[in-house]
């Protein structure tokens, strides 16, 4: 497939909610509030921002300027600016990535689906033991993990085949404001309750105390993961981006909408569960376990609004999962498409039977097949540690290094600023940021994550 004839995304808004879409997801809106809350809430916050602004932005720049240039699959679009050389390996390694987190992640997103259904069979009532006791039977039962995680991916297959204008672009312009509209009818729904403003205050009001080199480094972490750097996602994406595209711009916009989700999904969750007296640090079990207590106990007396308010916040889930897997899945399908020379129909279909395989044994070594795992990890668990502390972190501190030191400057700025269509007052502020600063705050975030800082 030639430049001229690659597809595009046919509007500026469907670009940015796609591209926000891919960013946007469960990271938002399971892993930033039980980080929050473990963290001190508000001073994470602050730190977070701060994060999301000298490493995010940058990381992401660097994505949209590699994919755009070379219009081409993320293995691909790197082995262009290397002329072939050692440097197309991270190309492959954020292609892998990618590959290897949709099969996992399909099935936390299966989970949304199972807890949408729950919700409309009217199973999410009872005691806090009953909720944790209704994860822990369905999470570890044998098939239908399994049939939630199928489910899910053949949803986003019929999306992705039906390419970047009427399958992911349309589907972002549908899903992304459905999105935002269920969170601010839940965040309103939460933040009338009964003490909520404990809630409010616990997000807004820093604790400068609570902070240490463990919350610094969570918040660099959680900016990375959150942003979907190093997945293949954004360089992917971007190589559907036209030359008129401002990336600056884009970056800027597509951080804000990942960021006021974050935060959002905070307002959501906390004034609800301060009101019912849950603890804010309940870690990853938040969503799955805490919550679905926190709505039984905070609409007590409005059954009908308590059941709205649950299963408006686990559509609300689903979508997030769902536009985080179309992204995933179309690092892989645009890598098998341009470098097996086959349609998308049969790149699409290579990914979702493969990650369904995945998808498969990394459920079932969280059920009865318990002899699939290593040191004591499950299947699913090595492969969040494996993608999420090894290969992001790498990919995205040698993609600085790439942007940074090897591609020719005039390149990098070229694009930057649109062949010099665009003032490109920042571009030395982000050189500076890629050059030094995002290496070195990728590094710290690797070593400690090994205990050595």
């Given at each position: 497939?030639s430049?001229?004839e690659?597809?595009?995304?046919?509007s500026?808004i469907?670009?940015?909610?796609?591209t926000?879409?891919?960013?946007?997801?469960?990271?938002?809106?399971?892993?930033?509030?039980?980080?929050?809350?473990?963290?001190g809430?508000a001073?994470?916050?602050?730190?977070?921002?701060?994060?999301?602004?000298?490493?995010?932005?940058?990381c992401?720049?660097?994505?949209?300027?590699?994919?755009?240039?070379?219009?081409?699959?993320t293995?691909?679009?790197?082995?262009?600016?290397?002329n072939?050389?050692?440097?197309?390996?991270?190309g492959?390694?954020g292609?892998l990535t990618?590959?290897?987190?949709?099969g996992?992640?399909?099935?936390?997103?299966?989970?949304?689906l199972?807890y949408?259904f729950?919700?409309?069979?009217?199973?999410?009532?009872?005691?806090?033991?009953y909720?944790?006791?209704?994860?822990?039977?369905?999470?570890?039962?044998p098939w239908?993990?399994?049939?939630?995680?199928?489910?899910?991916?053949?949803?986003t297959h019929f999306v992705?085949?039906?390419?970047v204008?009427?399958?992911?672009?349309?589907?972002?312009k549908?899903?992304?404001?459905?999105?935002?509209?269920?969170l601010?009818?839940?965040?309103?729904?939460?933040?009338l309750l009964?003490d909520?403003?404990?809630?409010?205050?616990?997000?807004?009001?820093?604790?400068l105390?609570?902070?240490?080199?463990?919350?610094?480094?969570?918040?660099?972490?959680q900016s990375?993961?959150?942003?979907?750097?190093a997945?293949g996602?954004?360089?992917?994406?971007?190589s559907?981006?036209t030359?008129?595209?401002?990336l600056?711009?884009?970056?800027?916009?597509?951080?804000?909408?990942?960021?006021v989700?974050?935060?959002?999904?905070?307002?959501?969750?906390f004034?609800a569960?301060?009101?019912?007296?849950?603890?804010?640090?309940?870690?990853?079990?938040?969503?799955?376990?805490t919550?679905?207590?926190?709505?039984?106990k905070?609409?007590a007396?409005?059954?009908?609004?308590?059941?709205?308010?649950?299963?408006?916040f686990?559509?609300l889930l689903?979508?997030?999962a769902l536009t985080?897997?179309?992204?995933?899945?179309?690092?892989?399908t645009?890598?098998?498409q341009?470098?097996l020379h086959?349609s998308?129909?049969?790149?699409?279909?290579?990914?979702t039977?493969s990650?369904?395989i995945i998808?498969?044994f990394c459920?079932?070594?969280l059920?009865?097949?318990d002899?699939?795992?290593?040191?004591?990890?499950?299947?699913f668990?090595?492969?969040?540690?494996?993608?999420?502390?090894?290969?992001?972190?790498?990919g995205?501190?040698?993609?600085?290094?790439f942007?940074?030191?090897?591609?020719?400057k005039?390149?990098v700025?070229?694009?930057?600023?649109?062949?010099g269509?665009?003032?490109g007052?920042l571009?030395?502020?982000?050189?500076?940021?890629?050059?030094?600063?995002c290496?070195?705050?990728?590094l710290?975030?690797?070593?400690?994550?090994?205990?050595?800082i």
């Amino acid at each position: 497939m030639s430049q001229s004839e690659r597809a595009s995304f046919g509007s500026k808004i469907g670009m940015v909610l796609a591209t926000a879409g891919g960013a946007v997801g469960l990271g938002n809106v399971w892993r930033f509030p039980y980080m929050t809350g473990e963290n001190g809430g508000a001073a994470f916050i602050v730190i977070y921002i701060g994060c999301v602004l000298l490493l995010g932005m940058p990381c992401m720049i660097n994505e949209f300027i590699i994919g755009r240039h070379a219009a081409s699959n993320t293995a691909r679009a790197y082995s262009k600016l290397s002329n072939g050389k050692a440097w197309k390996w991270v190309g492959m390694l954020g292609v892998l990535t990618g590959f290897l987190i949709t099969g996992y992640y399909a099935v936390v997103s299966g989970w949304c689906l199972e807890y949408i259904f729950a919700s409309v069979a009217g199973q999410l009532h009872g005691s806090p033991e009953y909720f944790k006791q209704f994860f822990a039977d369905f999470s570890a039962n044998p098939w239908e993990p399994v049939v939630w995680t199928v489910a899910i991916l053949l949803i986003t297959h019929f999306v992705i085949i039906h390419g970047v204008r009427n399958g992911i672009e349309r589907a972002s312009k549908i899903m992304m404001p459905t999105l935002f509209i269920l969170l601010l009818v839940i965040v309103v729904a939460s933040c009338l309750l009964p003490d909520a403003s404990k809630g409010i205050d616990f997000l807004f009001k820093p604790d400068l105390t609570k902070v240490d080199s463990n919350v610094f480094l969570g918040a660099l972490g959680q900016s990375f993961y959150s942003l979907s750097i190093a997945m293949g996602c954004i360089c992917t994406y971007a190589s559907y981006y036209t030359r008129q595209t401002n990336l600056m711009t884009t970056a800027a916009q597509t951080c804000t909408i990942d960021t006021v989700v974050a935060i959002l999904a905070g307002l959501m969750i906390f004034p609800a569960a301060f009101s019912v007296g849950v603890n804010p640090d309940s870690g990853p079990s938040l969503i799955f376990i805490t919550l679905p207590n926190v709505f039984e106990k905070a609409f007590a007396g409005m059954p009908v609004i308590g059941f709205i308010i649950s299963l408006a916040f686990y559509v609300l889930l689903s979508m997030a999962a769902l536009t985080s897997l179309i992204s995933l899945h179309e690092v892989s399908t645009a890598f098998f498409q341009e470098e097996l020379h086959i349609s998308r129909k049969a790149g699409a279909t290579i990914v979702t039977v493969s990650c369904s395989i995945i998808g498969f044994f990394c459920s079932m070594s969280l059920g009865k097949w318990d002899f699939l795992s290593i040191g004591g990890k499950s299947l699913f668990d090595i492969f969040d540690f494996v993608t999420g502390q090894i290969f992001l972190p790498v990919g995205g501190f040698l993609t600085c290094l790439f942007v940074g030191w090897y591609i020719p400057k005039k390149l990098v700025k070229d694009e930057f600023t649109n062949w010099g269509t665009l003032r490109g007052r920042l571009f030395g502020v982000y050189y500076f940021l890629v050059r030094i600063i995002c290496p070195l705050c990728i590094l710290a975030i690797f070593l400690h994550q090994f205990g050595v800082i």
